[in-house]
Each structure stands twice: as structure tokens, then as C-alpha cells.
């Protein structure tokens, strides 16, 4: 009987991201508020920066979401994003400013890059096998010099591993062997959620402390424990220590189902969490603002989560 917003993490930013979101007061409003110039951040040469693709990601997410509520009237209960996406919930849910959340960002982005600098590091997502298994192969072929660690569990057969090339390699084999679907690298030049960001993690609790605390207008679903808050605080940690921990979003998605979500509606850019919601939880109806607009989707969720009251 309710309205979750989802906003999307690194991996799901394309080329021309912010040039395309559709024509809105907000979404002009909130690229001037950015202070940024979206020509230095979303061309193909831009995006291979990680600072770029975070700052660009929370930039399309906000203005996605304030485009449904100011300019639509939505009204959501819920917001979830996920991985760098909590930023753009959090601004959305009034617990950050806009400044704050891009400040951070850019700060967290030069820190897993800094993280990664010696060696090459990525994440691939095995898809076909659980959650377990996906966890056996990253013990089996992780190593001190060559680590593997399980970073996110989308759904119950999709699991993201971050490691080293090298791991990465031997963990597409060991899956292919053990019946999985794919083992499909993700566009991240950094190995997130794990514990090689423990220093950003660190880092980004420092600078979050001395921010005001702010509750949350919408209740927040959590990366690190897939629970929903409504506290200041929660939020906060929750972005600070995600980047070293594995996203939990298979259990937050269903917590949503619970709850009485009918409706979600995906900020840009792209359809990642609009394909795993509808796989984890049928019951909800998951739009893709991207693919649908933003006049088409304000109605559509209208529709859903008035029709199920």
C-alpha cells in the first residue's frame, strides 16, 4: 500500500546519463544546486573516473526522485539505494543536503581509488548459484596475495565478488564449473564492500560525524543490515561503513515485500534494481524511470499504490 524509490549504484552509469534525463523543473534545478557541469562528468572518457560515475550517480538519482515528488506529486514511504545510491536516499530523505552528499561522494570515490591503486582490482556478479556457493568459490580461490571477498547479495541466485583480476579469473572458472549461469565482470574500476575499504570506511565516519543530524523524512532501507530506520544516526553509519561491508539488498527487497510495498519506482540511470525487485518479489509492481519517463511513471505508481489502499 506504499511507494519505495530505488536508486542505483556503480556499474548501472552510461554515457550521456545526465544529458538524457527527461526535461523537468527539478531535474534543472537540482544540476545548478550540484555546482557541477554535467559535460566534466558523464561523457565516456569522464566515467572512467570513479569520482565521476559517484558524483554523476547521486546528481541523476536526486534529481529523479525530486522530479516524481515536486513536479509529480509522488509520495513515497521508502527509499533504498543501493551501494553509492544510498547517498541520493539519503538526500532524498532530507537526512543530507545535496552539497553534503557530493562532497562526500567525491571524498569516497578518491578513496577507493586510493584503496585500489596498486594491483587490479573489479567485481564480477555470479548469477545461478546461491548466495553459499557463490561464498565457497570466493574461500576456495581467494588468497592473501590474490583476495576475494563477497561484496553483494543482490538476489538469491546473484552474488557480486570484489577482489583482484587474478581472483576474479579463477572465480569465473570455479563457477562455470559449478553450474553457474554467468560470472559476468561489472564497469568498477575498484573493489567496494569489502574489507580493502575499511580505511574509506573510516574515512567517511570521520567526515559524516561532523554533519547535522537530520531524521529522515522516509523511512531508509539499510545497505550493511537490509533493515529499514528512521534514524539520523543509522543513516549516517550505514554510509560510512557500507563501503567496506557486503550489500545486503536480497534481504532488503523482500523487507520491502513485507512492509506493504506495491509499488517502486527506479531513479536513472538504467533497470538493475527494477529486474531484481520484480525477480525477489513479484508483488510489487518496479518501474524503470528510465525507461518509462517521468509523466508515465508518476501515473503508473499512482495508480498502483492507490489502487492497493
Same mark, same amino acid.
Given at each position: 500500500m506504499?511507494?519505495?524509490?530505488?536508486?542505483p +549504484?556503480q556499474?548501472?552509469?552510461?554515457?550521456?546519463?545526465?544529458?538524457d534525463?527527461?526535461? &523537468?523543473?527539478?531535474v @534543472?534545478? /537540482?544540476?545548478?544546486?550540484s555546482?557541477?557541469q554535467?559535460?566534466?562528468?558523464?561523457?565516456?572518457?569522464?566515467l572512467?573516473?570513479?569520482?565521476?560515475?559517484?558524483?554523476?550517480l547521486?546528481?541523476a538519482?536526486v534529481?529523479g526522485a525530486?522530479?516524481?515528488?515536486d513536479?509529480?506529486?509522488l509520495?513515497?514511504?521508502?527509499?533504498?539505494?543501493?551501494? !553509492?545510491?544510498?547517498?541520493?536516499?539519503?538526500v532524498?530523505?532530507?537526512?543530507?543536503? #545535496?552539497?553534503?552528499a557530493l562532497?562526500?561522494v567525491?571524498?569516497r570515490?578518491w578513496?577507493m581509488?586510493h584503496?585500489?591503486?596498486q594491483g587490479?582490482?573489479?567485481m564480477a %556478479?555470479?548469477s545461478?548459484?546461491?548466495?553459499?556457493?557463490?561464498?565457497?568459490?570466493?574461500?576456495e580461490v581467494g588468497?592473501?596475495?590474490?583476495?576475494?571477498?563477497?561484496?553483494?547479495?543482490?538476489?538469491?541466485? =546473484?552474488t557480486?565478488?570484489?577482489?583482484?583480476?587474478r581472483?576474479? #579469473?579463477?572465480?569465473?572458472?570455479a563457477a562455470?564449473?559449478? +553450474?553457474?549461469q554467468s560470472?559476468?565482470?561489472?564497469?568498477v574500476?575498484v %573493489?567496494s564492500h569489502c574489507?580493502?575499504? =575499511?580505511?574509506t570506511?573510516?574515512?567517511?565516519?570521520e567526515h559524516l560525524?561532523?554533519?547535522?543530524r537530520r531524521?529522515?523524512?522516509?523511512?531508509?532501507?539499510t545497505n550493511?543490515?537490509?533493515?529499514?530506520?528512521? &534514524?539520523a544516526? !543509522?543513516v549516517l553509519d550505514?554510509?560510512? =561503513?557500507s /563501503?567496506a561491508?557486503?550489500? =545486503?539488498?536480497?534481504?532488503? @527487497?523482500?523487507?520491502l515485500g513485507?512492509?506493504? /510495498?506495491?509499488?517502486a519506482v527506479?531513479?536513472?540511470p +538504467?533497470?538493475? #534494481?527494477?529486474?531484481?525487485?520484480?525477480?525477489?518479489?513479484? &508483488?510489487?509492481?518496479?518501474?524503470?524511470? @528510465?525507461d518509462?519517463?517521468?509523466?508515465?511513471?508518476?501515473?503508473?505508481?499512482?495508480?498502483? @499504490?492507490? &489502487?492497493?489502499?
Amino acid at each position: 500500500m506504499s511507494l519505495a524509490l530505488l536508486f542505483p +549504484g556503480q556499474g548501472a552509469q552510461r554515457p550521456h546519463m545526465l544529458h538524457d534525463l527527461p526535461p &523537468s523543473p527539478a531535474v @534543472t534545478a /537540482v544540476v545548478d544546486e550540484s555546482g557541477w557541469q554535467i559535460d566534466d562528468l558523464d561523457s565516456a572518457a569522464a566515467l572512467a573516473s570513479t569520482v565521476n560515475v559517484q558524483i554523476a550517480l547521486v546528481i541523476a538519482g536526486v534529481a529523479g526522485a525530486r522530479a516524481l515528488i515536486d513536479d509529480h506529486g509522488l509520495a513515497p514511504e521508502f527509499v533504498a539505494g543501493h551501494s !553509492v545510491g544510498a547517498f541520493a536516499a539519503a538526500v532524498t530523505a532530507g537526512v543530507l543536503t #545535496l552539497a553534503e552528499a557530493l562532497t562526500a561522494v567525491e571524498l569516497r570515490g578518491w578513496s577507493m581509488e586510493h584503496a585500489c591503486a596498486q594491483g587490479d582490482w573489479g567485481m564480477a %556478479a555470479v548469477s545461478g548459484l546461491p548466495t553459499r556457493a557463490a561464498a565457497e568459490i570466493a574461500a576456495e580461490v581467494g588468497t592473501d596475495v590474490d583476495p576475494l571477498w563477497v561484496a553483494n547479495v543482490n538476489a538469491a541466485t =546473484q552474488t557480486v565478488l570484489s577482489g583482484t583480476d587474478r581472483a576474479l #579469473l579463477r572465480a569465473a572458472d570455479a563457477a562455470s564449473r559449478a +553450474g553457474a549461469q554467468s560470472c559476468e565482470r561489472l564497469d568498477v574500476a575498484v %573493489a567496494s564492500h569489502c574489507p580493502i575499504q =575499511q580505511d574509506t570506511a573510516r574515512l567517511m565516519a570521520e567526515h559524516l560525524a561532523q554533519l547535522p543530524r537530520r531524521l529522515p523524512t522516509y523511512r531508509y532501507l539499510t545497505n550493511t543490515r537490509g533493515r529499514i530506520t528512521a &534514524s539520523a544516526d !543509522v543513516v549516517l553509519d550505514d554510509l560510512a =561503513q557500507s /563501503v567496506a561491508r557486503p550489500v =545486503q539488498w536480497y534481504d532488503g @527487497t523482500r523487507l520491502l515485500g513485507e512492509l506493504g /510495498v506495491t509499488c517502486a519506482v527506479e531513479a536513472p540511470p +538504467g533497470h538493475v #534494481l527494477t529486474r531484481l525487485l520484480t525477480s525477489a518479489v513479484p &508483488s510489487i509492481t518496479a518501474i524503470s524511470l @528510465t525507461d518509462n519517463g517521468f509523466a508515465a511513471t508518476a501515473r503508473l505508481a499512482a495508480r498502483m @499504490t492507490a &489502487s492497493a489502499t
